[in-house]
């Protein structure tokens, strides 16, 4: 592993980062949908015309995990992430297509250290998914755990 | 498709369902997380080994996914359930390590007919993942939307 670049401190309240674009498979949406959430309308194209979606859509799970992988490409590879606790949002506000192009992106609300543990940094960040710059297709509202700066040099 | 057993009826606050075991299979995990969630101690055993979770251990979406899949098997598969739009706690407490043997819950905390929809029943539910009976290592709480057997009846 080569030292992170992105700790606690590079991740101040108000920062916003592009996490860059993904394109909804068909073939791997439908396998995840089978494998973890085989409702009609996430595996059956004629059931899920006839539901309230109209199409095959996404497995929330399924949107969730790509937009993990678009955090992971762009900040946490980098970083020196240390998991999450978990959140207070998560949000499917429309249903996500096959071919769907969508946009990546985070905004961090709050950081502060941690109290029991100060050589670490909490940050709670909003991830999104947005569809042709316009539709919210995820939202999730949740807890990053980062090293600090100070903590590693304090501590290495 | 057959018609649906479990309406909105069949969810009344206070219901706790059971939803099986599922076991966490080694490569099933590892795959997932190289695909969607490639940090280190997520898909390096050794970095693993190093990191506050002391092993290889199961991305969140992954532990999320497993839960979902339960959940399907044991109530969706059978339902007039029609997705949903999201909910407002999601948790990671503990991690999750391959060969977990994990039981599946749910409790309704909530039902009420949707206002803009009356054909529709909301419930809020808490899912949840147990290992060895004591230690929580998933809870989500969202919302789920049901047919209700009245609406259906009244328009079917």
Redesign the interface.
Known sequence: ?TAPEVWFEDLPAGRRIALGTVVVDHDEMLA?NR???????HV?EE?ARA???GGLCA???FT???W??CY?DSV??RSA?????????????A?VFPGDRLEAGMEVVAARVSASRPQLGLITLTGTLTRDGATEVF??R?TG?FGRRDGDAATG
Chains 1, 2 share one sequence.
């Open positions: 592993m995840f494998r973890f959430d085989p409702q009609p309308f059956d059931a539901s309230l979606f497995s929330g799970w969730a995990s790509l993990m992988r992971v946490l590879s992430s240390m998991g999450s606790p978990g959140g207070d949002e998560i949000a499917w506000p249903p939202r999730a949740f755990m």
